[in-house]
């Protein structure tokens, strides 16, 4: 039962995980992938052990866990590990770009408290991935935004959100 209960709930607001610490360790034990997301979550933003919380949200992405997937490849490209992360963002945008909106729009609800620890690896990855002045898409593209461009703004668009600087109604 508890490898398939839906924590939907606690996905949408993982702050709330907080108050069924066993619900969701028990779930964790028979490896639900919604308690591996809000698990991750909590560990990666607010108990700031990154590296436990990118565990957990890896088994969730792993699993199939659509905003497991998302958050998961933004905070690859994040910390340094750009090519990894842009692979699996791309993965989610193969089916439709409304994936990537949802799951932009989901992460800016779940962050319920800003993360204000901006480390230095994310302003190193964000210079890494900063656009060429010249980056436009050619003449007669049926995309309005380059590959470089769209992950360059799926980071600085996680970054405002971590800090608390995006409003949902943007």
């Not at 969701?24 to 809000?38: G, K, M, Q, S, W």
């Not at 052990?49 to 990118?54: A, V």
């Not at 461009?149 to 109604?169: P, S």
């Amino acid at each position: 039962v508890a490898k398939a209960l839906n924590l939907s709930p606690l996905v949408n607001q993982p702050s709330l995980a907080n108050r069924y610490q066993t619900l969701v360790d028990r779930c964790l034990e028979t490896n639900n992938i919604d308690a591996h997301f809000v698990k991750g979550m909590l560990e990666y933003f607010e108990s700031q052990n990154q590296i436990i919380g990118l565990l957990h949200i890896h088994i969730a992405s792993k699993g199939g866990h659509v905003q497991g997937t998302y958050v998961y490849g933004v905070l690859l490209m994040a910390i340094g590990e750009t090519e990894n992360g842009v692979k699996i963002i791309n993965k989610l945008t193969d089916g439709e770009f409304s994936v990537v909106e949802d799951c932009m729009a989901n992460f800016q609800r779940s962050m319920e408290r800003p993360f204000f620890h901006m480390k230095e690896t994310y302003v190193s990855s964000m210079k890494t991935m900063w656009p060429h002045l010249n980056c436009h898409p050619q003449e007669g593209a049926d995309t309005t935004v380059c590959s470089n461009c769209f992950h360059f703004f799926l980071l600085t668009k996680f970054y405002k959100t971590m800090l608390g600087f995006n409003d949902l109604l943007d």
